[in-house]
């Protein structure tokens, strides 16, 4: 039975997002992502509506914190890069 | 931990994508010095699913998908899907259908990146092409 208001559509589990980041940013922050956004679709369905909001908030904020991580650990690999090449 | 909006996260991520490509059209990760290579290349020696995607980026930037592919094919592979689940959460109201993905097709897409990360590293004939 789903929840009323909140159809299984409208629960973003961010599991897009944490597989990118985890692919292309950093691993071991991503797969937390991907853990807690796989959890999101089962609690709609089971009617846990406020588990699923918080795993989705959890999917999210690891896939930020490693696409953070990737980005800073490229961006400072190409400044010591042109650093040492100067 | 701050709060994050969703724009400011799948656009970081369309952002990192368009502007790799931007760049990659003017840069030859082949030649350049100061574009990072894989650390896990780095340390094993060996090919991880994501190597070769630099150069797949760069070839792709002039057009060139066959030598994109050579690269990385996941990852040449993977772009359609990953455009348009970017511009589904992007674009304004009437083409926004943000449909989050089943928690299968993501199992689904973490095997076969694992199984493309080993599989491009056996020295079997047809599997060598997978390597970058």
Same mark, same amino acid.
């Given at each position: 039975m789903p929840p009323?208001?909140?159809?299984?559509?409208?629960? @973003?589990?961010?599991?897009?997002?944490?597989?990118l980041t985890t692919i292309f940013c950093c691993v071991p922050l991503g797969i937390v992502s991907i853990v807690y956004a796989a959890q999101v679709n089962g609690k709609?369905?089971?009617?846990?509506?406020?588990?699923?909001? @918080?795993?989705?908030?959890? *999917?999210?904020?690891?896939?930020?914190?490693?696409?953070?991580?990737?980005?800073?650990?490229?961006?400072?690999?190409?400044?010591?890069?042109? *650093?040492?090449?100067? | 931990?701050?709060?994050?909006?969703?724009?400011?996260?799948?656009?970081?991520?369309?952002?990192?994508?368009?502007?790799?490509?931007?760049?990659?059209?003017f840069v030859d990760p082949r030649t350049a010095t100061w574009t990072p290579p894989c650390p896990f290349h780095s340390l094993t020696g060996l090919h991880c699913f994501g190597c070769g995607s630099t150069r797949a980026l760069n070839r792709l930037a002039h057009g060139d998908l066959l030598g994109a592919v050579d690269f990385?094919?996941?990852?040449?592979?993977?772009?359609?899907?990953?455009?348009?689940?970017?511009?589904?959460?992007?674009?304004? @109201?009437?083409?926004?259908?943000?449909?989050?993905?089943?928690?299968?097709q993501g199992w689904t897409v973490v095997g076969l990146v694992v199984a493309f990360g080993v599989l491009r590293n056996l020295d079997v004939p047809v599997l060598r092409a997978l390597a970058p």
């Open positions: 009323q208001g909140v159809p299984l559509q409208r629960v @973003e589990n961010y599991l897009t997002a944490a597989i709609v369905q089971a009617g846990d509506v406020h588990g699923a909001m @918080e795993c989705s908030q959890k *999917a999210k904020n690891w896939a930020t914190a490693a696409f953070v991580c990737g980005l800073i650990a490229g961006l400072m690999y190409m400044l010591l890069a042109v *650093a040492a090449n100067a | 931990m701050p709060r994050v909006g969703d724009r400011t996260l799948f656009g970081g991520l369309a952002g990192l994508l368009v502007g790799s490509l931007v760049v990659l059209r990385n094919a996941l990852l040449i592979l993977a772009l359609p899907f990953v455009a348009y689940g970017l511009a589904r959460r992007l674009l304004p @109201e009437p083409f926004a259908r943000p449909r989050p993905m089943p928690p299968w």
